[in-house]
């Protein structure tokens, strides 16, 4: 019997003819090729039960090792100590959720050094991608390979974009023993996890600092990857290992004329939004949106949502509040985060700062990071670029304009600020406008910072 | 392509594309020329106009597919005095060093790039999508053509929530199937069902485990093929929000073609046809014909040649030509396995196949750089047909 890996699956021919494949683990019988074949994924698993079995085969062949002498030693804190141990005792599988600035990119490229696997660390960006391959190459001494960004370079240790993961998984999927995914609460939710399934690692790694809490995606997400098995929130670490900080909300009026058409379009929105709770009582957003296209007042009533989101992104009152802000903290480095791009170029034509958008090219952002770094710039402002990943050091003043996804983008937005230096104390502003869909929505997204989660084992 | 942009309606079990036709052709013209009255401005200016209804009845789902296609072949340009990247360097990084108010910076910095503050505003964005400005097509796009291409990206989007395709087909089957295994795609060959030539079911490896759209692009790219078939019928097992519809498709649906598949492989084979048809004018050289269904695949010859007044005097004929060993030994194997009476296989010589590799009975003709046509017609003139 011959074992082959075809394009993220399994396949396996010419079997003896006691063997009963129907009874191993993921295997189908695929009448299109007439053969056996399974989901990469459970190539572990299939390799066992064939051992059990004691059925000869001709396996498929073993991913090429990285030299191990050409990595560099690699230290952690001990949080990361625990959060490692956590996870070779979870037999090599399972999510690790660390706050942003805590070092979860160090935590992988000790996994990878300690378990001497080949491995492929999937990130969601192209920004991430040269991100990792910096790290990567700063220890180990090896070539990194890289798909992404129109490179599609393989090597014994790789990063990989997720879109190019997915596209590519089918001719990489049987190359690397060891997965490390960064920002692994993007997988579970259906999009995309084939690129997990057709992979034959048996070791799997996931990073995040916003962990699921909707159970169908944790459970998803446990088979896909792991179960969590270490988790500590900001609050954990913050003043020790993460830098202090201070929140402070600024509750702002909308002008009389703002609050004119606020009330107009909230009333339009709020009637439609009503009698549709009233027929699904549990119905989601994207529920209620589905439904509400379907009629001409649906229709409108989504046209008033986005427009007095529209009108909420950039008040009056915000205008001046930012303009003081920006007064008051003009020799520290500030990060403004809004709502959409919009607002991040009326923001940039106003106060003249430079926006960080997924418009303006990869060569100027990484100029533009270097800048800020060695304090040519003094302040950016972006909608969503800087939300995930993005490594920011130094700056220590965040104004949270506005925001669009919640508890997840905020403790994403605010760690950007946290990597500690000495006496470093950070300050975030909330702009919040009184009386407005924003109170709830600044309710809910801070809770992400104060909830406090011991490790678990 | 967005699922609320996909306007298609669900008989039974069947999903309904609702195509674009002549009755709408007067709301596209109105479209098209609300786009030529915008060339030059900047494209948030007609993203902003496109928000407000048209002039006229329009249907809202299918006046937004249009928008978003047109907005697809809509070439865009820049224009700006300063390099927008320069600018933004300048301008950022004079304001990070002064505390000076904003237009004083704007003046300092067009003064010191010799440009008016004018300029310097416009240039400061002017390479983002908004503020590209609105360019001519390269040709003109007629109401016609936008709605077919419309059409074509309902289908693909529909295809893109396919997990499984079945196509009966007549003529270019070759194409199609060469471009499903260039994408990775399993393609099986069913039994032949009426008059189609072939029919041909494809879907990806890890179809098998579940629904999947890791393959919706791959299938969606045949359709544009399938409009070179004389004939097809292609029927789709697709999932929209959970649950499972067929999208059937046929010859005469209104969608916009790929350009033109070449008609040759290779130089090699024009070179051949061109030179047998002059040789022997009393034979047909046909093409592509028919494939030939073996052990769950298709094999393609590269022509048949047919007696104009005895069409009983038929043969195929194969190029080997120089591929990789491995295809060359996989092709050969079924020909061995079909037993095709009147074959003809030219053979590079380079190839240095054995004799034992050969399908029995078939004729061959070794030959270097070029088919030789006379050759093959002394073998298909002296040779009685077995078929």
Known sequence: ?457 | MSADLLSYSVAGTLAVPHFLGEHDHPWLRVLLEEHERFIGRPQRELEARLRDPLPCESPPRKLRLAIQVLGRLRPSERKSAVPPRRARAHVFGEAARTSAPSQAILSTVAASLGVSLEDLQDSLFADLPGERLVAAPAQPLSAVELALRCNLAVVQGMLFRATIVRIEVEGNTRVLVRHAKWRGLICAVGERSGSASATVELSGPFALFRNTRLYGRALGELVPLLAWCPRFRLRAECVFHGRRLTLQLETGDPIFPSTAPRRYDSLLEEHFAREFRRLAPAWDVIREPEPIAATGTLIFPDFAVQHRSDPTRRWLLEIVGFWTPDYVARKLALYRSVHVSSLILCIDEGRNCAEADLPSGARVIRYRRRVDAAAVLRVIETTPCSS
């Open chain 1, 1 to 457: 019997m011959r074992l082959q890996f075809d394009r993220g699956t399994i396949v396996l021919t010419d079997p003896p003819k006691d063997l009963d494949l129907a009874e191993a683990p993921g295997v189908l019988w695929d009448p299109r090729v007439q053969a056996y074949r399974a989901p990469a994924s459970k190539y572990p698993a299939l390799k066992r039960w064939l051992l059990r079995s004691r059925a000869g085969f001709q396996d498929i062949p073993e991913p090429v090792s990285p030299t191990q002498e050409l990595w560099s030693e690699v230290d952690l804190r001990p949080y990361q100590e625990a959060a490692l141990s956590a996870w070779e005792l979870g037999q090599r599988r399972g999510v690790v959720a660390l706050p942003t600035g805590s070092g979860k990119t160090r935590l992988a490229l000790a996994a990878m050094h300690r378990t001497r696997l080949s491995a492929l660390c999937l990130v969601p960006t192209r920004v991430l991608l040269d991100q990792w391959l910096r790290e990567i190459g700063a220890l180990y001494r090896g070539p990194v390979g890289c798909y992404g960004d129109g490179v599609r370079q393989w090597a014994p240790l790789t990063i990989a974009t997720f879109e190019s993961a997915y596209r590519h998984m089918d001719q990489l999927g049987d190359r690397f023993e060891l997965v490390i995914v960064d920002e692994v609460h993007h997988f579970g939710g259906g999009l995309r996890d084939e690129t997990l399934e057709m992979t034959i690692a048996d070791a799997r790694l996931g990073l995040t600092a916003t962990p699921t809490r909707d159970p169908g995606v944790t459970a998803r997400l446990a088979e896909l990857v792991g179960a969590t098995v270490f988790e500590l929130a900001i609050a954990d670490l913050a003043g020790g290992f993460l830098a202090s900080f201070d929140s402070i909300t600024l509750n702002l009026d909308l002008t009389p004329e703002e609050r004119r058409a606020y009330t107009s379009l909230a009333a339009l929105f709020t009637s439609a939004h009503a009698e549709f709770r009233q027929l699904a009582p549990d119905g989601s957003w994207a529920d209620f949106t589905h439904h509400a296209a379907r009629t001409p007042e649906g229709r409108r009533a989504l046209s008033a949502w986005r427009q007095m989101r529209r009108l909420l992104a950039f008040t009056h009152a915000k205008r001046r509040a930012l303009e003081s802000l920006l007064v008051r903290h003009r020799h520290s480095r500030v990060l403004i985060f809004t709502a959409d791009n919009e607002t991040a170029y009326a923001i940039a034509r106003e106060h003249l700062v430079m926006p960080l958008t997924c418009d303006i090219s990869r060569p100027e952002r990484d100029d533009v990071l270097e800048r800020f770094r060695h304090g040519d710039l003094r302040t950016l402002v972006s909608a969503r670029v800087l939300n995930e990943g993005l490594d920011v050091p130094d700056a220590d003043v965040a104004v949270v304009v506005g925001g669009a996804l919640g508890e997840r983008e905020h403790v994403q937005r605010v760690g950007r600020l946290l990597r500690p230096s000495d006496g470093k104390r950070v300050t975030v502003y909330e702009l919040v406008t009184r009386n407005s869909i924003e109170v709830g929505q600044a309710r809910r997204r801070r809770q992400g910072l104060v909830v406090r989660r011991s490790a678990q084992l």
